[in-house]
């Protein structure tokens, strides 16, 4: 499987871009998170919406959410084609009610499955999204009262959706069999909302070396050198995992 991000930003970067991904196999195209800068981002390095096969949402945040209804739309309009949309069963509701409904709402259009293949993904419960991808949706510490969740790829990869220092789920992922780890990163302290390098750097050495910082804020090139076994995930560039 390969991942590429099309952002690799915090939700105020300017320099680098909404924290979305594509992860692709044997040309099938999965968007992970759909923000502000997706449609820009996409654009930029050579897609159109039309080029993606599903997206799979973490969280109600707009680096995460904001791009979605210009997908629906270019979807429905520029190429007549419903986007398939796997999301957390429990976010269905929230995604439309709080985020989408306003802008995409127009007579006789009126609910997500108008503009939606809608997918809902139970916690927990492993799915295969196309052959070579399969997912597990773990929930994650994030904002109080908002439900949030990180994601776990073929049982050997782990995305963080926007998530708090959780060591003992990275340690026990680790000794699970879990290789490589995309981590959000708060590279100042305290991290509030999100993991903080300092908190990371706790990490023992062997889990360090499996872990990659995304999500960072704009002054990253500052802490190269200052993130022990980890490495920062660069914008643009293919991954294998
Ligand atoms: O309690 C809070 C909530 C949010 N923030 C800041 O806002 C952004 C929210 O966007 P994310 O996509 O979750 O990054 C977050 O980065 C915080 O900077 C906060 O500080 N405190
Ligand atoms: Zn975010
Ligand atoms: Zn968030």
């Known amino acids: 499987m390969q991942i590429q991000m099309l952002g690799t930003g ?3 970067a300017k320099k680098y871009a909404n924290n979305n991904a594509l992860v692709e196999v044997d040309g099938f195209k999965l968007l992970v998170d759909c923000g502000i800068t997706l449609p820009r981002s996409l654009h930029d ?3 159109s919406f039309d080029d993606l096969d599903a997206v799979l949402i973490s969280h109600m945040h707009a680096d995460h959410v904001g791009g979605l209804e210009e997908y629906a739309f270019q979807m429905m309009f520029r190429y007549g084609k419903k986007p398939v949309l796997y999301i957390a069963d429990t976010l269905v509701e929230p995604l439309w009610e709080q985020t989408l409904r306003g802008g995409l709402t127009q007579e006789p259009l009126t609910a997500i499955t108008d503009f939606f293949d809608v997918r809902p993904i139970k916690e927990g419960e492993e799915y295969e999204i196309h052959p070579g991808i399969k997912v597990k949706l773990i929930l994650t510490d994030h ?6 969740y990180s994601f776990l790829f073929n049982e050997n990869f782990f995305y963080s959706a926007d998530m708090k220092f959780d060591g003992a789920l990275l340690s026990r992922l680790s000794n699970d069999g879990v290789e490589t780890i995309f981590h959000d990163c708060q590279l100042t302290s305290p991290g509030v909302v999100h993991a903080s390098l300092d908190e990371l750097l706790t990490l023992p050495e062997d889990i360090q070396e ?4 995304m999500h960072y804020h704009d002054n990253m090139e500052e802490f190269i050198g200052h993130t022990g076994k980890m490495r920062f995930v660069q914008q643009h ?4 995992v």
Do not use: D
């Open 10 to 12: 915090g939700a105020f």
């Open 45 to 47: 390095a050579g897609y």
């Open 143 to 148: 904002i109080a009262g908002k439900l949030s």
């Open 210 to 213: 499996k872990v990659w910082l």
């Open 237 to 240: 560039e293919v991954y294998t």
